[in-house]
């Protein structure tokens, strides 16, 4: 599949434009009118754009594995194996589906809450277990274990089979951590409580399901008169199940809480804002006046900011917050030049 770079570019663009907006509305950062602050508004547009393309080609990676079926194992009939016996296509689908899906984000929740010193091993674990036991009972599910003789494993179609669903079975779980992540904080506390977890699963494994069912293959009739008279790229993408996942997707991101929550996630995964606790000193040779309420300390030389959140630091634009004027979470714009940062947080090297 021939992955359109420009046009998600392009998207992406768009988005961080709608995203940077929101953010700074949000924040009550006074919009930067001077032609001065051009290269920092590009610097945070070019961020988010880069973070949201990466975003979309990822997925637009796990849906080629859905439609194109690379390593061509048969897909659509793996996912939908053992379908006389579970008694319905649609039956046998989300049954493959959750015996496949299930154990790998149960085992990730579990690890995480009991055991998280070893959650990231066992979870790469996972990865590899769960997915090498579907592809065996995909291929030899007529089979017992006796009859077959492990000849399945050893042939080149349960390679593939394997490769093919140990990358859906990581970017699963990357997927769901990501989407247990995002709702919990860009809403409220929710999945801190049993009812709220067990509806973000849920509604996680009905999005991943609809991204991953089968695109209905094309009888040899369709594959012709599309070849005469052209693809109707509308209706082959109603068709597509997918479609419908990204474009609620979408939607939902551009929510405005939603979209602030992606901006500021992103500067913090970046460490130029989102939150982070920053501490600022500076010569008193420099002569700043900056608020008292802001300054910790002073020696002969250099004061010493308090623990100040970052808003948004990009070099020539500087928003943090703090209490002033007996007014809490105030956003202050500080003096870029000749200020420099101290991570409170940094841990101790050996």
Avoid at 132 to 159: C, M, P, V
Avoid at 282 to 293: A, G, H, Q, V, Y
Avoid at 335 to 350: F, G, I, L
């Amino acid at each position: 599949m021939k992955i359109p770079y420009k046009k998600i570019i392009m998207f992406s663009t768009i988005l961080g434009i709608y995203y940077l907006f929101v953010f700074i509305r949000y924040e009550r950062i006074p919009f930067p009118l001077d032609i001065s602050m051009l290269p920092t508004l590009f610097l945070a547009l070019g961020i988010l754009s880069g973070l949201i393309t990466i975003f979309i080609i990822f997925y637009a990676l796990i849906s080629s594995f859905v439609l194109l079926d690379p390593f061509e194992i048969g897909y659509s009939n793996i996912f939908y194996v053992n379908t006389k016996q579970l008694g319905g296509k649609n039956v046998a689908g989300i049954f493959n589906f959750f015996i496949f899906f299930f154990p790998p984000t149960i085992v990730l929740v579990i690890t995480s809450i009991f055991t998280p010193d070893f959650a990231g091993a066992i979870a790469i674990s996972s990865t590899i277990i769960f997915p090498a036991l579907f592809s065996y009972y995909a291929l030899s599910h007529e089979k017992n274990i006796k009859q077959d003789k492990l000849q399945t494993i050893r042939s080149g179609l349960y390679l593939r089979t394997f490769l093919t669903f140990m990358t859906l079975a990581t970017c699963s779980l990357i997927s769901f951590y990501l989407f247990i992540t995002y709702l919990d904080l860009a809403f409220t506390d929710g999945s801190k409580t049993l009812i709220g977890s067990v509806l973000y699963m849920l509604g996680f494994y009905g999005f991943n399901f609809f991204v991953l069912k089968p695109f209905q293959q094309k009888d040899n009739f369709q594959r012709r008169a599309d070849h005469y008279h052209g693809v109707n790229l509308k209706n082959t993408l109603l068709k597509i199940p997918a479609f419908y996942c990204y474009l609620f997707a979408i939607a939902f991101s551009l929510l405005p809480n939603v979209a602030h929550y992606t901006v500021s996630k992103s500067f913090l995964f970046l460490n130029i804002g989102g939150g982070i606790e920053r501490i600022y000193f500076f010569s008193k040779k420099e002569r700043m006046d900056l608020p008292n309420e802001i300054i910790d300390q002073c020696d002969k030389r250099v004061c010493y900011t308090k623990k100040l959140r970052v808003v948004m630091d990009l070099g020539s634009a500087r928003y943090v917050k703090n209490s002033i004027l007996g007014i809490e979470n105030a956003v202050i714009a500080l003096p870029t030049p000749n200020m420099y940062m101290v991570d409170p947080n940094a841990k101790e090297s050996n």
